[in-house]
């Protein structure tokens, strides 16, 4: 099951995964998934926080990314694992940036999707350390759990694939993620609390409980972030290949 969205209400955007008008245009217009995890954790993510996101799509103060190994590896593997997940299930999944017509701020640059199957496609090329853990424990990390959640909310996909691959195994290894409806419905309230929060240049932090709670106070203040946090444990999915 999953929530019902037509069509005609998802918007596929003719523009480019890194280009130009993609860091200028179509990422800062809305929430990606990367920044999923910053909605519901309240100690963020790799050196970003709830706060630093306010503050980046307000522009008062844009987050500067820098390259590193792990996503230059990411970049350059992405269209080989792309090419054999085709492969391996016969499916035809493409790069896309896709948007909600009536709420944009809604919007993913997907891996790969199948418009024909309904189906989206999500890669991770993790170091030899990560990589190894999750042959270990057969799990999707939170983190990548809720990029795929939103993903799947924006889109409307059945389901997703989770491929990860690295370059000592000549195949990916691909789970199944299904569609978490309660999630999603809780991703997509703090999406909207958010970016009132930012059309409203009010700012925006964690209450007590875990949850997301507007600060009308100066802009140039600091919004403390607390400890607790709302995500529970992440449901267990069944890995299919190889």
Not at 6 to 24: A, G, N
Not at 110 to 134: N, R, T
Not at 219 to 226: D, L, Q, S
Request: aromatic content about 12%; charged content about 30%.
């Amino acid at each position: 099951m999953k929530l019902t969205v037509p069509r005609e209400e998802i918007l596929v955007h003719d523009v480019e995964q890194d280009s130009k008008e993609w860091l200028e245009g179509f990422r800062p217009a809305g929430i990606g998934s990367s920044d999923i995890i910053l909605l519901v954790e309240p100690k963020g993510s790799f050196e970003r926080n709830l706060y630093g996101l306010w503050k980046d799509r307000c522009n008062y103060e844009k987050f500067q990314f820098v390259a590193n190994e792990h996503v230059s590896r990411g970049k350059r593997l992405e269209p080989f694992v792309r090419d054999k997940v085709n492969e391996m299930l016969n499916m035809n999944f493409e790069p896309a940036c896709i948007s909600r017509k009536h709420e944009p701020y809604l919007r993913v640059s997907l891996d790969g999707i199948d418009f024909e199957h309904d189906v989206i496609l999500e890669i991770k090329c993790p170091s030899d350390k990560v990589f190894e853990k999750y042959l270990d424990t057969k799990e999707v990390p939170a983190n990548y759990y809720m990029q795929i959640q939103y993903q799947l909310l924006v889109s409307n996909a059945d389901y997703a694939y989770y491929a990860f691959y690295n370059e000592a195994h000549k195949e990916p290894y691909i789970i199944v993620v299904e569609n978490n409806l309660e999630l999603q419905a809780d991703i997509q309230k703090r999406c909207a609390l958010f970016w009132d929060a930012v059309q409203n240049r009010i700012p925006i932090g964690f209450d007590e409980a875990g949850g997301l709670k507007l600060f009308p106070i100066r802009p140039t203040m600091v919004v403390h972030i607390g400890e607790s946090s709302p995500v529970s444990e992440i449901p267990v999915v069944t890995e299919i290949r190889p």
